[in-house]
């Protein structure tokens, strides 16, 4: 064997092993990505998750209240245990839409504002704060879960997850009410 066929054997190792190093060190750098997204999309879904069983419960104590001061059902808890359950779930409610203004793209966080303003709505509205029928109290509640629907889209988007909680393929839901009651 010659020495340029020694040499040019040497090259082609030399670049092999060039090679082969660039393609691990990619690969590696692309794992580390992947688990990188992986583990925000973990924590965003479950901030999302968190923050939408908070606004729920804030809605169901708002409701409970409403419908035991203006005598729609009896509840078996006091007003003033329902006001202090309230005003714990809004805490919450608080820290949680903290973590969306963290994790969140612009879309869920624009959304998650949208449904805060209609849910405190709901809030004021059964504290007495804000005055309205129930009508307007129905018609509250109707868009809160009209703006929980929208930034479930809007949280599904972020994730990548595909579909839409809205849409041709769900139909228009409303509020399961109660019948009305004869007039006494």
Known sequence: MGAVEQLVTVAAVVLGALTTHLTNALAERRRKH??????????????????????????????????????????????????????????????????????????????????????????????????????EWRERNRASFRAINTFHDAARDDLGVSGRVTGEQHPARDLLLPPSRPPS
């Open 34 to 135: 992947h688990q990188l997204l992986t583990r925000w999309d973990d924590r965003k879904l479950d901030a999302y998750a968190h923050y939408i069983d908070l606004i729920r419960s804030c809605i169901f104590l708002s409701v409970e209240l409403y419908e035991h001061v203006t005598g729609l059902r009896e509840s078996r808890r006091t007003e003033e245990e329902i006001k202090a359950e309230m005003t714990e779930a809004a805490r919450l409610r608080g820290r949680a839409f903290e973590r969306i203004m963290l994790l969140g793209g612009d879309e869920v966080v624009e959304a998650a504002h949208a449904l805060n303003v209609i849910t405190l709505e709901v809030d004021w509205q059964a504290l007495g704060r804000i005055a309205g029928s129930l009508e």
